[in-house]
């Protein structure tokens, strides 16, 4: 087909995604990744619904990903004396297959990795569009030009921002910020409230996880020490186990910070230029990132196929086909169900976790939410065998 040179900007998931079903119908893929190296270990992602599993079986890495699964474990609420309040099920919080990110981006890059080029350590300055491709300059390597670019680079996409405008115009702070850290400390599987604030430790998604409520705080996102110092910030005061994960946090190897933020675009595409994954339609910790990633490269990278290349074409119907479907990352924010701002929501929050029927309610609601697209028959790639 046409337009068959292709840059991704981002090697987490959606970018290795959209990078193996284009190599298989033929494109010539370069993926550029601002980190140095593949990210490894991260939180736990998970998968939900027929849907997911249908295209994860089509990509041929499902047994993998079962392989390497984390299992998933409950989370018990409890009070700062540890009192039992309510559990939050395996089955809610992991899907119904979860993997770390780390290993889920290297099963992709793996599948990857001899059909298409990798670049580590560079990030893509400019994006300039003529009539026959797009004028790509780079941090360090030499410019080059591509037919069509995506954007796979997450929610503070450098892409999004090269090519639609500034941040501040498609992302929402949604009034809440997250933390992941390892603080070598032991618990099995507990999470503890505060009003605006969570704390938990041993579970699969982070060995240790917080989410807080917070006035937007100005801050390098590439400063770990600063980040660090946000959250220290946020916990002074804290009850149960809280000042023994803060004296720990200082000397944390892995580290991450971020906000709960929205993301919100009227055209996942301008041009030759296309979002794909949180960098289109992300809302942090919203539970359907993954899924969406997924489903979006295979749906974007079918519709390239089966326009025979024709961009136009293609972005049009992968928005008209996708936008339904990720709804669901513009559904409020996860920050006031993990971390509510007042002691009677955080009991309602776990009443609803003591209630069979409304547990039985939410399921279903996940399970419809992530299955409601008609995942559509694409030409069928000639080296998907390989």
């Given at each position: 087909?046409?337009n068959t040179?292709?840059l991704?900007s981002?090697a987490?998931?959606a970018g290795?995604?959209i990078?193996f079903?284009?190599?298989r ?6 993926v550029?990744?601002?980190a140095?190296q593949?990210?490894?270990?991260g ?9 997911h ?13 079962l392989?390497?699964?984390?299992g998933?474990q409950?989370?018990t609420?409890?009070?700062a004396?540890e009192?039992r ?17 780390g290993?889920?981006s ?7 990795k001899?059909?298409c080029?990798y670049?580590?350590g560079d990030?893509?300055?400019s994006l300039t569009?003529t009539?026959?491709?797009v004028?790509v300059?780079?941090e ?8 069509l670019?995506v954007?796979?680079d997450?929610?503070?996409?450098n ?7 500034p941040e501040?115009?498609?992302v ?7 933390a ?6 032991e618990?099995?599987?507990l999470m503890?409230n505060?009003?605006g604030?969570?704390v938990?430790?041993g ?5 240790a996880f917080?989410v807080?409520g ?6 390098d996102?590439?400063?770990?020490d600063?980040q660090k ?9 804290g009850?149960?186990?809280?000042p023994?994960m803060?004296?720990?946090?200082p000397?944390s190897p892995?580290?991450?910070l971020?906000?709960?933020s929205?993301?919100?675009?009227d055209?996942?595409?301008k ?6 994954g ?5 809302n942090?910790?919203?539970?359907f990132?993954s ?5 979006g490269?295979?749906v974007?990278?079918g519709?390239?196929?089966a326009?025979?290349?024709?961009h ?5 119907n ?6 339904r479907?990720a709804?669901?990352?513009?559904l409020g924010?996860?920050?006031p169900?993990l971390?509510p701002r007042?002691?009677?929501?955080i009991w309602?929050?776990n ?5 069979k029927?409304?547990?039985?309610m ?6 419809d939410?992530?299955?409601?697209i008609d995942?559509p028959?694409y030409?069928?790639p000639s080296?998907?065998?390989?």
């Amino acid at each position: 087909m046409k337009n068959t040179t292709v840059l991704v900007s981002g090697a987490s998931i959606a970018g290795p995604a959209i990078a193996f079903w284009l190599a298989r119908y033929g494109c010539t893929v370069t993926v550029v990744e601002k980190a140095p190296q593949l990210r490894r270990g991260g939180q736990a992602v998970d998968f939900k619904s027929h849907t997911h599993r249908k295209v994860l079986e089509r990509m041929g890495i499902l047994d993998e990903i079962l392989r390497r699964q984390t299992g998933g474990q409950s989370l018990t609420m409890i009070d700062a004396d540890e009192k039992r309040l309510a559990v939050m099920p395996a089955e809610f919080i992991s899907g119904e297959v979860e993997i770390l990110r780390g290993d889920l981006s290297e099963i992709l890059y793996d599948r990857t990795k001899d059909d298409c080029e990798y670049v580590f350590g560079d990030s893509i300055t400019s994006l300039t569009e003529t009539a026959t491709g797009v004028q790509v300059t780079f941090e360090k390597s030499a410019p080059r030009t591509f037919d069509l670019v995506v954007g796979a680079d997450g929610i503070h996409s450098n892409v999004r921002r090269l090519a639609f405008g500034p941040e501040s115009s498609y992302v929402k702070f949604l009034g809440y910020y997250y933390a992941l850290a390892n603080l070598g400390i032991e618990g099995d599987g507990l999470m503890y409230n505060e009003p605006g604030r969570m704390v938990a430790i041993g579970g699969t998604k982070a060995p240790a996880f917080f989410v807080f409520g917070s006035p937007e705080v100005n801050y390098d996102r590439y400063d770990t020490d600063q980040q660090k110092a946000v959250l220290l910030r946020a916990y002074q005061g804290g009850r149960w186990r809280i000042p023994e994960m803060l004296a720990k946090v200082p000397a944390s190897p892995d580290f991450y910070l971020d906000s709960l933020s929205q993301v919100r675009m009227d055209s996942y595409a301008k041009g030759r230029i296309v979002l794909l994954g949180d960098a289109g339609y992300g809302n942090t910790l919203g539970g359907f990132g993954s899924g969406l990633a997924i489903v979006g490269a295979y749906v974007l990278a079918g519709e390239l196929a089966a326009a025979g290349g024709d961009h136009v074409a293609a972005f049009a119907n992968y928005e008209e086909k996708f936008r339904r479907y990720a709804k669901v990352a513009k559904l409020g924010s996860a920050g006031p169900f993990l971390a509510p701002r007042s002691r009677l929501r955080i009991w309602l929050r776990n009443l609803t976790f003591r209630s069979k029927i409304m547990m039985a309610m939410m399921m279903k609601m996940t399970d419809d939410f992530a299955s409601d697209i008609d995942l559509p028959e694409y030409p069928r790639p000639s080296l998907l065998a390989r």
